[in-house]
């Protein structure tokens, strides 16, 4: 592999569903996820490539997903199994701890949270694309949750819009191993010009 180098000018970090649910002990989510999640490491090296890239001085962006409020669902005429599911289990949910972000990940000020997607892609009507692109970022670095849904619905999607992409393989985590094979060493790899460590990631941004 090429030697990372990013730009900082043309570059962000998004960190995708840092939610307690997902990430924090007691979390709706975090006992699915746990197993995969600790074997990486994936929380911590969440946080070393968030702090790197604020000590580089990128710009940091939060793709948060819809956080479950009372009435959500009920009158649509379709709703996809993974809507069902945040649904039935009132994932995120509004006004709760579970749909709060992890303590380490609050963002700071001049980090841009952008309007929560309802599905997978952190870009589907969302505000994702336009706040990238009215400031200035051709390059994103891809942290969080879950590898095989937000994470490559994501990327995917980044990639149709014409953005370059690193996905950081032990900052994200997922409900298995195979899950995260089939993500990290099936699909994405069609769309992500890099996926990499942390530790190749902080390595670069302190260049």
């Not at 939610?19 to 969440?46: L, Q, T």
């Not at 099936?186 to 670069?204: C, G, H, L, Q, R």
Request: overall charge negative; charged content about 25%.
């Amino acid at each position: 592999m090429t030697q990372l180098h990013y730009e900082k000018d043309i570059t962000a970090l998004l960190v995708v569903d840092p939610y307690n649910d997902f990430i924090s002990e007691g979390g709706k989510i975090w006992p699915r996820i746990k197993a995969v999640a600790e074997a990486n490491n994936c929380v911590p090296h969440m946080q070393q490539v968030l702090t790197a890239a604020r000590d580089a001085k990128l710009r940091v962006f939060f793709a948060m997903h819809h956080r479950y409020r009372p009435g959500d669902y009920e009158s649509w005429t379709y709703i996809a199994p993974i809507q069902k599911a945040a649904w039935k289990r009132r994932s995120f949910e509004f006004g709760t701890w579970g749909g709060e972000f992890r303590d380490e990940f609050v963002p700071v000020a001049g980090e841009i949270v952008v309007s929560e997607h309802w599905c997978s892609s952190g870009f589907a009507n969302t505000d994702l694309d336009v706040q990238l692109k009215k400031h200035g970022i051709h390059r994103l670095i891809v942290i969080g949750l879950v590898a095989h849904t937000c994470i490559e619905a994501t990327v995917r999607f980044a990639a149709e819009l014409g953005y370059d992409v690193t996905v950081v393989k032990d900052a994200v985590a997922d409900y298995s191993d195979e899950m995260m094979h089939a993500a990290l060493e099936i699909n994405m790899p069609n769309y992500a010009s890099n996926i990499v460590t942390a530790k190749e990631i902080i390595d670069a941004l302190r260049v």
